[in-house]
T-cell receptor, first 112, second 115 residues
Framework: SQQGEEDPQALSIQEGENATMNCSYKTSINNLQWYRQNSGRGLVHLILIRSNEREKHSGRLRVTLDTSKKSSSLLITASRAADTASYFCATANQGGSEKLVFGKGTKLTVNP | DTGVSQDPRHKITKRGQNVTFRCDPISEHNRLYWYRQTLGQGPEFLTYFQNEAQLEKSRLLSDRFSAERPKGSFSTLEIQRTEQGDSAMYLC?????????????FGPGTRLTVT
């Protein structure tokens, strides 16, 4: 079963604009990871945020985590056409396997 | 490139045939995970190994599926008597513990089509 729910399911913006994607989850987590997937390809790891962290940055990416609301957001600033992809959040449980539980993803289209 | 590799990238098989996929993880990673992804969905966990030990299997992994990781290096996923419902992308990921978290790195996947 899928734990995370990304919102929106699809997002279309112009190059240069910012894109914000949200993710909600249901159970306690050890960490939350964001991935990018280009059509029909494998997943590219973007960023990991631990349950005791509130915000992380990596280049044009900014991720926030609110464990009280069980939600996270991914902000891509100054988007480019190459950012067009599906973005997934995945939660890792506390202890044990740390298997990832994914949402259905947000399909981002950046128009040139 | 020392990332996760998977072979083959694509496999077309007829219903009832057996198929085997291979995953080569990042060399120093002790954990290896298998996931399955169908169209329009996020990946779903199948099983994982710590070194050579298979420590957890999802209920999605029916008795037609078997996975191995001999010597704690590469892993194979075999599907016996394939069914059309097995058509999916099979993804492998590897990781190691970094300050209490396992950041998982994925391979390119094997796309299976069962006709």
């Amino acid at each position: 079963s899928q734990q995370g729910e990304e919102d929106p399911q699809a997002l279309s913006i112009q190059e240069g604009e910012n894109a914000t994607m949200n993710c909600s989850y249901k159970t306690s987590i050890n960490n939350l990871q964001w991935y990018r997937q280009n059509s029909g390809r494998g997943l590219v790891h973007l960023i990991l945020i631990r349950s005791n962290e509130r915000e992380k940055h990596s280049g044009r990416l900014r991720v926030t985590l609110d464990t009280s609301k069980k939600s996270s957001s991914l902000l891509i600033t100054a988007s480019r056409a190459a950012d067009t992809a599906s973005y997934f959040c995945a939660t890792a449980n506390q202890g044990g396997s740390e298997k990832l539980v994914f949402g259905k993803g947000t399909k981002l289209t950046v128009n040139p | 490139d020392t990332g996760v590799s998977q072979d083959p990238r694509h496999k077309i098989t007829k219903r009832g045939q057996n198929v085997t996929f291979r995953c080569d993880p990042i060399s120093e990673h002790n954990r290896l995970y298998w996931y399955r992804q169908t169209l329009g969905q996020g990946p779903e966990f199948l099983t994982y190994f710590q070194n050579e030990a298979q420590l957890e299997k999802s209920r999605l992994l029916s008795d037609r599926f078997s996975a191995e990781r001999p010597k704690g290096s590469f892993s194979t996923l075999e599907i016996q008597r394939t069914e059309q419902g097995d058509s999916a992308m099979y993804l492998c990921a590897s990781s190691q513990n970094r300050a209490g978290a396992y950041e998982q790195y994925f391979g390119p996947g094997t796309r299976l089509t069962v006709t």
